[in-house]
């Protein structure tokens, strides 16, 4: 089993940073891939960066490549998503999820665990 408790969401102006935090616990080996989403309302969840742990490989959606950076510190147990140039549309609930293995690393259905998520809110 594992655990995701996602912290360091918050309201900031267009053009502002925000870090994500993601701290796992539970079966290493569940969670070789990390994946961060978001949900805007009214809207699908979707993938916004993933990350394969192992090798620190990573992967983004075009819409956030260039301004999101995904990493993992393993000896902390903890993905993070540094999130720069931040604009209106980035607004929504994020979520991190794991998985022990994922071939389409943006893919909700690959990724077996899930947490409970941290709200992002951009102004204008």
């Known amino acids: 089993q594992v655990q995701l408790v996602e912290s360091g969401g918050g309201s900031v102006q267009a053009g502002g940073s925000l870090r994500l935090s993601c701290a796992a616990s539970g079966a290493p080996g569940s969670r070789a891939y990390m994946g961060w989403f978001r949900q805007a309302p009214g809207k699908e969840r979707e993938g916004v960066a993933a990350?394969?742990?192992?090798?620190?490989?990573?992967y983004y959606a075009d819409s956030v490549k260039g301004r999101f950076t995904i990493s993992g510190d393993n000896g902390k147990n903890t993905v993070y998503l540094q999130m720069n140039d931040l604009k209106p549309e980035d607004t929504a609930m994020y979520y991190c999820?794991?998985?022990?293995?994922?071939?389409?690393?943006?893919?909700?259905?690959?990724?077996?665990?899930w947490g409970q998520g941290t709200q992002v809110t951009i102004s204008s």
């Open positions: 990350i394969y742990t192992g090798r620190a490989v990573t």
């Open positions: 999820a794991a998985a022990a293995y994922a071939r389409h690393w943006l893919r909700l259905e690959e990724y077996d665990y």
